[in-house]
């Protein structure tokens, strides 16, 4: 398994500004994921982001919404841009550990974002 | 035919009995079925998975039976306590179609245990 810390685990931002959210891992992970949870909903995937490529964006999330870095194998952030109250939600990221095949994903305690 | 339909949305359950959860999907490709349980307030926690080849995972009380022919998985939790009320998430997933091993969650079941 994987130790996964986010930061920050919630905040309140007002409508238009931008937030950004650190996922760091205990170990070298290849493949990491961002998703997001509405209140009382199922999870869905915002991108993939492999260190060394750029994020691969799900349908309906685009990269000047939603920048990712991932710096190296144990770092990665997301941006939610020029929020609006829509943008409420949980934001979780998750990594695949198991090496080969797929798709053994560890989630962080994720982040609870209010827009206002 | 990417979509996981999990089955029920809520289950009300008594200390001691057996609680039952079902998700079915579509897509042959997908070779990975996980469960999640969810408290609130924290993030999934991957809590037993099964791939295609076996058609039953057990861990302690927590029990996968997979029924590949049926497209169909479930999630059994035997002598079900107070301290499994959470929310549990089916998912499946796999290679396919340019996917980089997504996995594909169900909408998931609000499980509540009563002593």
């Known amino acids: 398994s994987a130790v996964i810390s986010q930061k920050p685990s919630r905040d309140i931002c007002q409508r238009g500004t931008s937030l950004t959210i650190q996922c760091q891992v205990d170990?070298?992970?290849?493949?990491m994921f961002w998703y997001r949870q509405q209140p009382g909903q199922s999870l869905t995937l915002i991108a993939t982001a492999n260190q060394g490529s750029e994020a691969t964006y799900e349908s309906g999330f685009v990269i000047d919404k939603f920048p990712i870095s991932r710096p190296n194998l144990t770092f990665s952030t997301l941006t939610v841009s020029n929020m609006s109250p829509e943008d409420s939600s949980i934001y979780l990221c998750?990594?695949?550990?198991?090496?080969?095949?797929?798709?053994?994903?560890?989630f962080g305690p994720g982040t609870r974002l209010t827009v206002t | 035919q990417q979509q996981v339909k999990q089955s029920p949305q809520s289950l009300i359950v008594q200390k001691g009995g057996i609680s039952i959860i079902n998700c079915a999907y579509e897509?042959?490709?997908?070779?990975?079925f996980p469960w999640y349980q969810q408290f609130p307030g924290k993030g999934p926690a991957l809590l037993i998975a099964?791939?295609?080849?076996?058609s039953e995972k057990k861990e302690g009380r927590f029990t996968i039976s997979f029924n590949k022919s049926a497209k169909q998985f479930s999630l059994h939790i035997m002598d079900s306590q107070p301290g499994d009320s959470a929310t549990y998430f089916c998912?499946?997933?796999?290679?396919?179609?340019?996917?980089?091993?997504?996995?594909?969650f169900g909408k998931g079941t609000k499980l509540s245990v009563k002593p």
């Open positions: 897509n042959t490709a997908f070779d990975y």
């Open positions: 099964i791939r295609p080849d076996v």
């Open positions: 998912a499946a997933g796999g290679h396919y179609g340019g996917s980089q091993g997504n996995l594909i």
């Open positions: 998750s990594v695949d550990v198991a090496g080969q095949g797929c798709c053994e994903q560890y």
């Open positions: 170990s070298q992970v290849t493949m």
